[in-house]
């Protein structure tokens, strides 16, 4: 099993999908130990989840991830289906002065938390998730860094 990446009602194409592959493989393993079981990312657009939000959570408002958990963390694996409206991402990205690419990165980190048992409703929950968001973003960014340099290296 693994992660898989979808579009429903939107043409996104996430970028480095084997990288944050290996990246989303090691948040699960840190946090606890765990392994990817199966898990979905489903890319849609903002009226497709505000739908979702409204039919299965009773909620009448735009949001930018909805993550259904189906994980066995007694068993350390993590899976699950995790919709992300990439129009509210974008949104959020000028809001808050970061860029796509690192919004949808931040959101992406943000369902697999979440599948790993990381809540964020609560001052101090919201607190630890975002501090962990920053920290595999970090993780994110050596990696990729650690790739370029092997890239290098077999070029010369």
Known sequence: MDIEYY???CTYRLRDRRLLRLWLRRVASEEGGNTIGHINYVFCSARRLLEMNRQYLGHDYYTDIITFDDSDLAAHTVSGDIFIDVETVADNARLYGATPEDEMRRVVVHGVLHLCGQKDKAPEDNRTMHAK????LELL????????ARRAERRE
């Open 7 to 9: 579009t429903d009602d």
């Open 133 to 136: 968001e920053d920290r595999y």
């Open 141 to 148: 960014r050596q990696m990729r860094e650690e790739e370029n």
